[in-house]
């Protein structure tokens, strides 16, 4: 497999400001949402522009969280999102990764003639859960990436490989979850079954964990993966490479490295599929550059499989 960068923009608000830490991009309208893991609001991106799209209420006071603000423990840190439907109508959520009591929540966007709208859920219960089942301190959650099978949520843990944590993976009724977050269904009522755990291999002796996932067309799934050498799910490390994989259940059947944009590591977080093909095709990606300061990239990036 090999992975090419086609095109390179940086995301930013009409404002000029920039789109902080990308960790999620998903279809909405006609453009695309791209999730900040560390602010109340995400980026309705349409013909290069972003449009600020409120996703929760200010937390204490705040919209955007960071270490030298003291505000990081308050971030929602939405890193999942996908394409749903809620009455017949379409939608996106978003899902925290979990570790504290602010990243266990869940949100639905969606347009009403035109007008983005969008409701939250807090699903401490089902964090808990999904904890339990893949034996990791819920402290140590780590829920980055997530895609649909046949209707079924698979949700990507992506662990520290480093320490011994693989990447591994949990399923749900998609539907359900749709309910919980929609305030129709309780959060205790769901369920998660179906772990899997994923090799995809190291970049200097750091190992690849899973970010994202996208379905292909055959029903594999595409994954990015960063070598990112973290301390613990909350605190971000040096990350030494980044990749692609393809997964068919819990075996990688083709990796290729993601190239560097601008000399560096790209950590890309969030993917979604442009067009496919059967020997590849075209991927959205977006990069968390871990800078508040820095727009983030969203790379188009051309997959050829052997």
Known sequence: MRVEAEAVEYLRFEDGSPVRAASAVARFGDGFLVSQDDATSACWWRSGVGTPVRLLPPVDGHDTFSEAEHTKALKPDLEAALHVTLDDAPAVLLLGSGSTEARMRAVLVGLLDGVPWAVSRDLPPLYALVADLLGVDPEQLNLEGACVLDGVLRWFHRGRPAAGLSSSSVDLDLAALVAAVAGRAEPADLHATGVRTYDVGDVEGVGLAITDAVVLPDGAVLVSAAAEDSPNAYDDGPVRGSALAVLHGS????????????????????????????????????????????????????????
């Open 251 to 306: 075996r990688v059947s083709a990796t290729a490295a993601i190239p560097r944009i601008g000399g560096r590591v790209a950590k890309v977080e969030g993917l979604a599929l442009l067009a496919w093909g059967e020997h590849g095709g075209r991927v959205l990606a977006v990069v968390d550059e871990d800078d508040p300061t820095a727009a983030s990239a969203l790379l188009t990036l051309r997959v050829s499989l052997p």
